[in-house]
């Protein structure tokens, strides 16, 4: 696996630096949005292509999250930064005892790559049991956790950690499909923290994964058997 990029933000003339020593120190703040989807023509494109959709999720929502360096804030070793890249880390979903794992699988901008990665993830490590199930390595220092709720249709969603450590990246969760005027939706919610991102950044978000969900098929390969 690539090792990440990380590179160090000097607060003293980042853009943020202001907001971000405001709401991480004075007014520590973190915050959740939750809106409705309509993923008709995603659900259609994986379908008539044969793909799952919850891998496809994944890597939109990565993507997205990808072009905006604001999600992407982390602290190492002391020095606030960001990385070239987000890993989705995922739950995976164990039926025999209803229990789940996590695991992830790296981004790579071809989808075809990520979803072949992922699916090798899935038959090597997908019956194993236990939080981390990928032979127990520790999830890369760029992990993200994105996930699904699929039983259940949420108005509102909101991720908090209890652990007492800075922690800037977002968490996405979506909710189960309904249908609304003969579309098909689900509740995407997404919870930052308000140091490295504002609702500016929520909007470009969204306006991209809405325009990625209507024009999945452009990201699908052209030839049958490529996936």
Known sequence: MRKPQFTPIDLR???RGQMFYYFS???PTGYSITVDVD??????ACRGAGVKFFPAY???VTGCLNRQTEFKIAEKDGQIGYYDTLTPLYASFHEDDQTFSLMWTQFHE???IFYRDYLENQNKYGDHH???CQDNLVPPENAYTVSCVPWISFTGFCVHSYENRPYYFPSVEAGK????DGKTMFPL???CHHAATDGYHIKRFLEEFQDGVDHFDRFLPEKEGEL
């Open 58 to 60: 994944v890597w939109l």
């Open 110 to 112: 071809d989808f075809g």
């Open 13 to 15: 003339t980042w853009k």
């Open 189 to 191: 919610s997404i919870t």
């Open 177 to 180: 499909f309904f249908e609304r």
């Open 39 to 44: 993923i008709t023509r995603m659900k259609e």
């Open 130 to 132: 236990g939080v981390l």
């Open 25 to 27: 120190k004075m007014a």
